[in-house]
Nanobody, 128 residues
Framework: VQLVESGGGLVQPGGSLRLSCVAA????????LAWFRQAPGKEREGISCIGSSTVSTGGTYYADSVKGRFAISRDNAKNTVYLQMNSLLPEDTAVYYC???????????????????WGQGTQVTVSS
């Protein structure tokens, strides 16, 4: 399994970024994926997940910290999951990771459990 994130960078408060994560090594459309982030000195937190496209596994979920500002989507033809981030705040500064569960048809939920494979991360810095 391989996950490669891109799209991070420096953006001013109120700006937008779109992160991408290209996956390989598994049947993409069958798996739930998620985005996590980790800010300096803080624990890693799950911020959004998207369920399998082939079996109903919970649709999408957003943590309260990003609800209404971020949107997760997937393109199964490109084996890619996206995170559109709008109205960015300084507290969104973190390394962002995509992750995939270890088995197909795993549920997307607020508990962010079962994520066995991770990308290398991409830095997002929100600052004026």
């Amino acid at each position: 399994v391989q996950l490669v994130e891109s799209g991070g960078g420096l953006v001013q408060p109120g700006g937008s970024l779109r992160l991408s994560c290209v996956a390989a090594g598994f049947t993409f459309e069958d798996y739930t994926l998620a985005w996590f982030r980790q800010a300096p000195g803080k624990e890693r937190e799950g911020i959004s997940c998207i369920g399998s496209s082939t079996v109903s596994t919970g649709g999408t979920y957003y943590a309260d910290s990003v609800k209404g500002r971020f949107a997760i989507s997937r393109d199964n033809a490109k084996n890619t999951v996206y995170l559109q981030m709008n109205s960015l705040l300084p507290e969104d500064t973190a390394v962002y990771y995509c992750a995939v569960v270890g088995a197909p048809y795993y549920y997307c939920s607020r508990y962010f459990q079962g994520y066995d494979y991770w990308g290398q991360g991409t830095q997002v810095t929100v600052s004026s």
